[in-house]
C-alpha cells in the first residue's frame, strides 16, 4: 500500500511560482514512475507532468518551460516547481504513482492551485 500526500497549493497572482510537493508512504518509491496531473472545474483530470523511475521528464505543451518536474528517492517525495503562473492553470493539481505507463496505481487527494490576473 502507498499513499501520497501533497502540499504546496495556494493562491498566487499571475506571473508568480509555488513548489509542490509529494510525499510516498512506504520503501518502494524508487520503483514507481510518478506524475502531476490537475483537474480545472467541468474539465477532465489531464497530464501535466511525468517522471520516469530513470528520471526521464515528459511535459505537456501548455506549461513547457514553466514547469518541471523532480524527484527525491532517498526523501521519497516528487515535486512540480511552477513558474510564470497563468490563470489557465487554476485548478487541483494530483499526484499519482504507476508501475506501467498510463496506469496508474495510486492517487494523492490533491491540492488547490488558483491564480488570479
Known amino acids: 500500500q502507498v499513499q501520497l500526500v501533497e502540499s504546496g497549493g495556494g493562491l498566487v497572482q499571475a506571473g508568480g511560482s509555488l513548489r509542490l510537493s509529494c510525499v510516498a508512504s512506504?520503501?518502494?518509491?524508487?520503483?514507481?514512475?510518478m506524475g502531476w496531473y490537475r483537474q480545472a472545474p467541468g474539465k477532465q483530470r489531464e497530464l501535466v507532468a511525468r517522471?520516469?523511475?530513470?528520471?526521464?521528464?515528459n511535459y505537456v505543451d501548455p506549461v513547457k518551460g514553466r514547469f518541471t518536474i523532480s524527484r527525491d528517492n532517498a526523501k521519497k517525495t516528487v515535486y512540480l516547481q511552477m513558474s510564470s503562473l497563468k490563470p489557465e492553470d487554476t485548478a487541483v493539481y494530483y499526484c499519482a504513482a504507476d508501475r506501467v505507463t498510463m496506469r496508474i496505481d495510486y492517487w494523492g487527494r490533491g491540492t488547490q492551485v488558483t491564480v488570479s490576473s
Open positions: 512506504g520503501s518502494m518509491f524508487s520503483i514507481y514512475n
Open positions: 517522471i520516469s523511475v530513470g528520471g526521464i521528464t
